[in-house]
């Protein structure tokens, strides 16, 4: 069965590093969601991407964060510098178009920051 | 902004029970889907349920349904013969322009 990968799993860094996550979404899906999920709360929705293009990156700390999926295919979202606020979990999601279709979610990696 | 609002931090039902979980939101679309999630402890998000605003027929999957009440802008998930599996965070969404999730209720499910 198609899953969405996410790597790393886990990331502990200190405050100041750069830190990246990878996101490989089911194939075929255009659409690619970064969530950022603080412990015992909803995901915030971070990006969306329709193939290579951002759609939706409102959300994006931009000052901080990056995400870029070039080919249009796997992803990566970067934060440098990371923060103590950042420690979250991030999750990808992917689905076959925006909106009404379901979102298929990655497993997520937990950042911790010290 | 356009919000998502589960006012059950957390429900406690008994096996082979039924329970509702609340959920509100706020939009000025006339187009959108709305969905239940849920994300079991340690595991994946999956989807449950979804609703398009345009359909005036509850959505129904198995034991999973939805009281989909448009002009109140409501939209519960009864979930019947409550399983222990059934126990996660359970998350309201909606889509339209915005992609918005509700902070989430946490089911519990008593053997």
């Known amino acids: 069965e198609a899953e969405v990968a996410q790597s790393p799993r886990y990331k502990i860094t200190e405050k100041s590093q750069a830190v990246a996550f990878w996101c490989d979404p089911i194939?075929?899906?255009?659409?690619l969601y970064w969530y950022r999920q603080i412990l015992g709360q909803g995901p915030e929705l971070l990006v969306q991407?329709?193939?290579?293009?951002?759609?939706?990156d409102s959300q994006l700390p931009k000052d901080r964060f990056s995400a870029e999926r070039l080919k249009g295919v796997d992803s990566t979202l970067k934060i440098q510098p990371a923060e103590l606020g950042d420690s979250a979990m991030y999750l990808c999601?992917?689905?076959?178009?925006?909106?009404?279709?379901?979102?298929?979610f990655g497993p997520g990696t937990r950042l911790t920051v010290l | 902004a356009q919000t998502v609002t589960q006012s059950q931090p957390e429900m406690s039902v008994q096996e082979a029970e039924t329970v509702t979980l609340s959920c509100t939101y706020d939009?000025?679309?006339?187009?959108?889907?709305l969905f239940w999630y849920k994300q079991p402890p340690s595991r994946q998000m999956i989807l449950v349920i979804r609703?398009?605003?345009?359909?005036?027929q509850n959505a129904t999957e198995n034991r999973f349904s939805v009281n989909f009440q448009k002009a109140a802008k409501s939209f519960s998930l009864k979930i019947s013969d409550s399983q222990l599996g059934d126990a996660a965070m359970y998350f309201c969404?909606?889509?339209?322009?915005?992609?918005?999730f509700g902070g989430g209720t946490r089911l519990m499910v008593k053997p």
């Open positions: 194939s075929g899906h255009a659409t």
């Open positions: 991407f329709q193939d290579e293009s951002v759609v939706d």
């Open positions: 939009t000025s679309e006339s187009d959108y889907y």
């Open positions: 999601a992917s689905s076959s178009s925006w909106g009404r279709n379901e979102q298929f």
């Open positions: 609703q398009e605003a345009y359909k005036q």
């Open positions: 969404v909606r889509a339209g322009n915005m992609l918005t």
